[in-house]
Structures are given as C-alpha cells and as structure tokens.
C-alpha cells in the first residue's frame, strides 16, 4: 500500500512546460521589493559606504540614493554592478534610474553594456541583434528608462558596467525583468547554420546569429542562442519578426549533403538529471523552396555528465505534409527517460531543414522505472533525484529491523503529504474562480505616472518621483510589466517600419468612403498626416467630452464658436431640476439623475417622454463642472449642437439645456430598464426551465430585435456622416417597452472602467471594440463603427456573460491588432456566441475585416438583419 501511495505521488509532480513567450515573460525579479538580497547584489567598487551596491535598487533612496562607483569613472573603466538572481533566468527588461536622492543627486548613466554569466566563473558580453553592445541609458538623474532586451539572456548573474565617454561621476538604481528559467538547459552544440544561395534557392543566412558559447570549425558548442529565444520562425522564412536584419534571420538551417554524417547532430545539456517527457521543435515547412520538417530523428540519454551515452536511444518518426506548407512544432516523445544530456540525430527529408525554436518538458524528480512491492520502507534514488530518504533497499542496517517499524511513519507521513497536496488543489482552483469573477472588474491603472514611448523600439521612459514601494504580504511575488514595443502604440513609428502600413492608411485616409469636406481634397501626404491618431496630441482630454465619453465625432462640424442660436432646443429653468442621484463621471463633468417638473407641459405635444401621470419626469442630466477648462466648455456647446439636431427613433434624445448660467447642463431622456450590458447580463437565455422557474430571460427574437434597432440607429448617424466612437452595450439603453437608444454615458460610469485602456496616462479607450486602424493609426471612420458594432452583436448574443477577448490582457489585444493589420492568419477573433445562428456570426466576421472597404455598411447590415426579426 505505501508503494503504490508513493508511486502515485510521484505521478502527480508538477511538469515543467519551459516554453517561454518574451512578450509575457516580464516580471520584476526582486530589486524594488527586497525578494533580491543584499549580499546577492554586489559591486566592483563603491564611492562610499552609503553608495554601496544595495542601495541600487528601484525606486528606492535607503542610504544616500544608489550604488556610485569610486571615483570619477573614466572610459576604459570596467566597474560593475553585479546581482545575483539565485536562478537561471530568462532575463527581457532592464530598468534603470539615476541618483535621486530626494532631489539631492543629480549623477546617471548615460549608457551602460551588459556581461552575463549562467554559472559565476565564465563570463559573455551581451550584444543586441545588430551586435553592439553598449545600451543607451538616462538622460537626467529623475527618468525611469526601461529597457527591452533583443535578444533577451538566459543567465543567474548580471552585470551592469556602466560607460561614459568623457571622465565622468555616475551613479544607478536597477530593476530587472524576466522569470525563471524552468527548461534547466544551459547549453546545446550543434553544426553552424549555413548560407541558402542561387541557383535554385534565394539568398538567406540560416547562421544561428545570438549563439554565445565557441565557434571552431564551423561547429557551435557550449552556448545558448536562437533555438532558445522565444523567437518562433514564420511560414516563409524570409519574412522576419525583427525589423532591420537579413533574410531567413529567424531560422537556423542546414542543407543536405553539407554535412560529412548526413544528418544534423545536437547536443543538449541541462543544469541537473531530468525526466523528459518530449521535445518539442519548430520547425519550417517551405516545401515550395525545399525545406521540410525532419523526417526522423534519434535521441540517446547521458544519465550523469561523466557517464557515457546509453546504448538504448528513441526513435521518433514524423509523418510529412506535402500540403500545408505552414511551419510547426513537431512533438518528440522522449519516454519519461532520466537523463543531464541528449543528443539527438536529424535526418533530412529534403534539400533544407530548419529550426527556429526547440524546448523540453521534463520533471525533475525522477519517476522509478520499476515499482518492487516488496519494499515497503525505503526506496533507491539517482544521485540527482530531489527525493531523500533515510535508508535504503541496499543499506544493511535495513535488513536487521522488522519491516513493519517504518511503515506506521511512512504511511503516516504520506497521508500528510496527500493532505497538502489536496489543499495546494483547493487554493488553486479558488485563486482560478475568484480571477474569473473579478475578470470584469476595473484593473489597476498606474495613477501619478506619465509614460513617454520614446521613437527606439525597446525603451520605455516613466516620469515619477522615486517613492519607497510598499510591500505587503498579499502583494504577489511577480509584478507584471508589459512594455509594448512602441510600433502598436507610436503610429509614427510604425509607419516607419512597416511602409506598407503607411500605404494602405494614405488610401484609407483619402478613400475611406464617407463624407468629410476638410479632407477630401488633400493630397496622399495631408491626408495621411490628418490620421495622427487623435490619443497622441494634446488636446486628447477634449475628445473625451465632459463626461469622459467621446460620442459623436463629426470632422466636418468643427465650428470655432457657437451662440445660443444654434442650439435648436429650449432652455429649461434650473429649478425644475431636482437631483435624486448621480450616475456617473468624468474628465470635467457628470451625469445626474434628476426629477423634471412640468417638462411635458414646458415641451408641448410630440415630446418622447413616456406617460407619467402628472408625477414628475426623470431624466439625465450632464452637467460642465465649474473649473472645466475653456476647451472643455467649446466641446459641451458643440455636443448640445450635434445632439439637439439628432432625431431617431433609437437616438438618445436631447430635450432641453440649462446654458444661459453655470454649470452648464444638458437635459437627455432617461432609460427605465438602465443599459443593455446590465440588462443582458442579468437574464438567460429563454427556455422550459427559466418558463417553469419564472428567471428573467430573453428570447433569440429579443436579441435579433435589439441588434436591428442598434443597426437602424448607428444607420442614421452613418448617414449625417456622423463617428460614435465608442458603440458598445454599456452604450445602448432601454426603456419599458425594450427600446433600444444609443447613448455615450458608458465611459462616464466607474461601473465599465475595466472596458477602456489608459493609453499615455491621459487618454482612455475602448481597445477591446476597436478596430486595428484606430488603434494603430487613431483613425475613426463609419467603418470602425461598423467593427465595433461587430462586438456589440457578439455582446448581445452572450448576454453579456463576459468582456470581450476575455482571456486576452489590454496589452495583448493591442498586440493583436498587428496581428490583424499583418493579416498572416495569425490573429485572435472572438469565438462564435452559443446559440447565435451561423449566418450571423458570419456578418460578425465581415463587420472584422481587416480591409476596410471590404467592412459591410450599417445600411447593408440593417437590411440583412430586419428579415430575421421578421421571421
């Protein structure tokens, strides 16, 4: 019985799936937080006691600031400061800061270079892609500058050795980023990557460019490099991810024949005896050009680094597609075999072979190949294994005691471990419920902080006072950074990388298929640059309106002043307005409900106010706050025109206006039933069981209806040329006979906070509805409405259970939307809602193409959507 209770514990050890994501493999390892020790942070020299290298950690001014080397640092100087991870690690960012010393200190590196170490004696220089190595560093003493690594390091140490070109004093506080490398490989040897040349095949250099270990006759060994990056190749693999670098820079390759064994031969070394379950390679499949997946491969087991190589070896043959030239992963089983080194054997299936990744899956306890019932009290172990234990099989003081001596204790022992075991599950599965619960919560947004993307594609600059963090015991052990590459978030930028892009948006700019008399005679160039996306200029607090929301843009409706004779509705006393409660906020107003008195006698007949018996009316009032900006005060009398000029039967209505006094207030019907985002999400779907139990439901004709009055009202804006910005359920309101009229109150209500992204500190958008064009090119058109309007359909047909792209952070949605402008096949859509029939999925598709004259109008979407309800 222990036998098989302990060989089920074994079973259940936890895997390692090694396989890293840079993009997400951005965590801060410790130096802000104190999780890295001081005597694991030391320096080659130090100016004084109270600069020492534990005063070099992020954001933090114990002693006098940070760690300042001696003297004045001079150019051929090599001081450094070195840390310790503890760890092998996957290392991506690296942050850097000046001596702030509470506004005291005024000393920086302007440039810095990197040396790194996976085992403390031998030691590399990092190098950047392009091969250089020295990093641009601060350029004052009170910036944060974060600095993306390309490629990133798998190392333990790290030092920072900070560079100057003329005598200079310096001083540095560091953060670093990354996570832990589980994988354990430390090296791999192999043949060097070859040149692809004419005749017959293109010119590409299929080297592996980032290898750091020795390279002697043409073959590699001793280092970690591409296959190790995170970089996955793609299907053409002359196309590549980085920008600025040579065809076939993703791939590592080898031509048949090439090589004297006639096969590729690898070797993978790890940090200590492992299980493996598999090894997993990428791999191309260009057949078009010659290249194919491998058609074979062998792999033999080096138990301990001074043993030899076994003679019993796995052989794992691949089943090759002449179709699908797609690249992919090819899964290797390695037989849960125990092993510190493989060396595995390729075989060609055509003229190329080429890898761009590879990793393993392995545990490091070691599953016993043989369960021996007999043994009850002790159990062999390899010289690696993680498990110990007081005797064993072979000790002969085992054979002298009874073998029921041990087995109360050990049984004793397991039932705990067991124990532990079922309550790790139980905290997990918890931690997993409450994550989905608070999924549509507001996120934490960094308050006080302005980021500045600088034009480099791996910097990031944080403007803040240093403050000394607080650390609690429920913070988590990782805080995640995400640090966009500035081209999803610096058109500008983008543009300059990808001139495609810059095509396709002067087309778009010039073409885009709706009416706006300021632009249609411009040139490609004007046009493109009236695209500048609106989050990146100044004035972006006035397109959030008074409330934060930002409905109705209309380019062609710019008017430098307005009068009261150009709002066409009434102007209501003030003190008919009685305040019941306020429903939101924003940049510089806010949103109260209020009781109207005498308002249908004060509007006459034809007003769409619901009947009430004589008992006052309720309405919502916007309201200007009394320190809103001049800006603020020309936008709020430009809404009240845009609105008072809006007459559709499924447009929020504006009925009068409070303006010939401060504050200034705009008077808009008032929703019974709120928004269709709480009402939704509140119901089910209609069936027997919500029939019998009397639930709140909603049928599949309610919902067909509710996406055609949507579609009828965004028409009649499309037809006043008329951009929304901003359409989504938490948008489209109710009344008591479930009228649907699209309002703009949901960027004002701290309710759906969790659904707009802080862009730059200032600037709040809706990412998750919008389409890639005004993410990446700040272009609103009719046509980014009719994408929006997509979501919102997706929306409804889940009653709005959950936020769209649900699984996705903010910063993966705006990656991507690269995806969607690259157009590879590679982006992420929303899955089909259940129970939404096929034929409107697909007008959901079409509303997402990533063409935008391809994207249906709201005209054609509303007559393909009305026979439905018919029906």
């Known amino acids: 019985m222990p036998t098989m209770l302990f060989a089920l514990l074994l079973v259940f050890q936890v895997e390692t799936n090694a396989q890293i994501d840079p993009a997400h493999c951005r965590y801060s390892l410790g130096m802000e937080d104190g999780r ?34 001696a003297g004045l640092l001079q150019p051929s100087d090599t001081q450094y400061l070195q840390v310790d991870l503890g760890q092998l690690t996957f290392l991506t960012v690296v942050g850097t800061q000046g001596r702030f010393a509470r506004n005291s200190g005024k000393e920086f590196a ?25 990093i641009k560093g601060n350029d004052n003493y009170y910036d944060s500058v974060l600095k993306d690594l390309h490629p990133p390091m798998i190392c333990r140490y790290i030092r920072l050795i900070p560079v100057t070109q003329v005598p200079n004093t310096v001083c540095m506080r560091v953060e670093l980023y990354g996570c832990p490398w589980h994988d354990g490989l430390i090296s791999y040897s192999s043949p060097e990557g070859q040149l692809m040349l004419p005749p017959g095949h293109p010119i590409a250099s299929l080297n592996d460019s980032t290898y750091d270990g020795d390279h002697r006759l043409k073959k590699l060994s001793g280092g970690l490099g591409q296959l190790t990056d995170g970089g996955i190749g793609q299907d053409d693999f002359l196309v590549t991810r980085q920008y600025s670098v040579w065809p076939g820079y993703d791939y590592v390759g080898w031509r048949n024949g090439s090589l004297a064994s006639g096969h590729v031969e690898m070797e993978f070394f790890f940090d200590k005896q492992r299980n493996f379950t598999f090894m997993k390679v990428h791999c191309n499949n260009w057949f078009h050009r010659g290249v194919k997946i491998f058609s074979s491969v062998s792999c033999s087991f080096k138990p301990r680094l001074l043993a030899n190589w076994e003679a019993e070896s796995t052989e794992f043959h691949t089943v090759l597609d002449d179709r699908n030239p797609s690249a992919r992963y090819v899964i290797v089983p390695l037989g849960h075999r125990a092993a510190i080194a493989l060396r595995c054997r390729f075989r060609f299936a055509d003229a190329w072979m080429m890898f761009s990744e590879i990793f393993f899956q392995s545990v490091s306890t070691i599953i016993p190949a043989q369960m021996t019932p007999e043994v009850t009290s002790a159990w062999p172990i390899e010289e690696s294994s993680m498990l110990t234990t007081h005797k064993t099989a072979t000790d002969p003081s085992a054979k002298d005691q009874p073998e029921d001596g041990n087995t109360p204790v050990l049984i004793g022992c397991l039932v705990t471990i067991i124990l532990l075991l079922v309550v790790i599950i139980f905290l997990i599965l918890w931690c997993q419920y409450v994550c989905k619960v608070l999924e549509k919560a507001p996120r934490r947004i960094l308050e006080e902080v302005t980021v500045r993307l600088s034009t480099s594609s791996d910097t990031v600059i944080l403007q803040t006072p240093p403050v000394p963090p607080r650390v609690s015991q429920m913070d988590p052990p990782y805080e995640r950074i995400f640090l966009l590459d500035p081209q999803y978030q610096d058109p500008a930028a983008l543009r300059n990388k990808l001139p495609e892009l810059s095509q396709s948006a002067e087309a778009s700019a010039c073409g885009g298929g709706y009416a706006e008399p300021d632009v249609t005679q411009c040139t490609p160039h004007q046009c493109f640059q009236n695209s500048v996306p609106h989050y990146a200029e100044t004035d972006i607090v006035n397109l959030q309106g008074v409330t934060g929301s930002n409905m109705y843009a209309v380019p062609a409706l710019t008017v430098d002043s307005l009068t009261r004779k150009d709002i066409t509705v009434a102007e209501l006393p003030r003190h008919r307005l009685i305040f019941r409660e306020k429903l939101g906020e924003g940049q510089f107003g806010e949103v109260h409900l209020c009781e109207a008195e005498g308002l249908p006698e004060f509007l006459g007949e034809g007003a769409p106010l619901p009947d009430r018996d004589g008992r006052p009316v309720l309405v919502a009032v916007k309201q200007l706050r009394a320190d809103a900006t001049n800006n603020a005060r020309n936008d709020f009398l430009k809404e009240i025109k845009i609105m008072s000029r809006l007459n559709d039967p499924n447009i929020i209505q504006l009925l009068c206006v409070c303006v010939s006094s401060d504050p200034l207030c705009m008077v808009t019907e008032y929703m019974e039933n709120g928004d269709l985002n709480m009402f939704l999400s509140q119901r089910e779907l209609e069936s027997n069981l919500t029939r019998a139990n009397n639930i709140p439901s909603v049928s599949l004709s309610d919902l067909l209806h509710m996406s055609v009055q949507i579609s009828s009202g965004m028409r009649y804006l499309a037809s006043l040329n008329f951009v929304h910005r901003d359409l989504a359920t938490r948008n489209c309101l109710l009344d008591r006979r479930l009228t649907i009229k699209i309002a703009d109150f949901g960027m004002s209500r701290n309710l759906y906070s969790s659904d707009y992204y802080r862009i730059q500190g200032r600037a709040v958008l809706p990412i998750r509805w919008m389409a890639w064009e005004s993410i990446l090119l700040g272009k609103f058109t009719t046509a980014s409405d009719v994408w929006a309007f997509g979501v919102t359909l997706w929306e409804i047909f889940t009653l709005c259970k959950e936020q769209p792209y649900s699984l996705l952070s903010d910063e993966q949605v705006i990656e991507n939307t690269g995806e969607f402008f690259r157009n590879q096949g590679r982006q992420i859509f929303l899955f089909p809602p259940p129970h939404c029939p096929s034929s409107l999925f697909e007008l959901m598709m079409r509303c997402w193409d990533r063409d935008i004259a391809d994207r249906p109008t709201f005209e054609g979407l509303y007559q393909a959507l009305r026979p439905h309800v018919a029906q």
């Open 110 to 134: 302007r440039m810095y270079r990197l040396n790194y170490s996976r085992d403390g004696q031998d030691w590399r220089s990092w190098k950047n892609r392009l091969g250089d190595e020295v």
């Open 36 to 69: 890295i020790k001081d005597h694991d942070i030391t320096a080659s020299s130090q100016w004084y006691e109270t600069t020492g290298p534990q005063y070099a950690r992020w954001n933090r001014e114990e002693g006098d600031g940070a760690w300042c080397p």
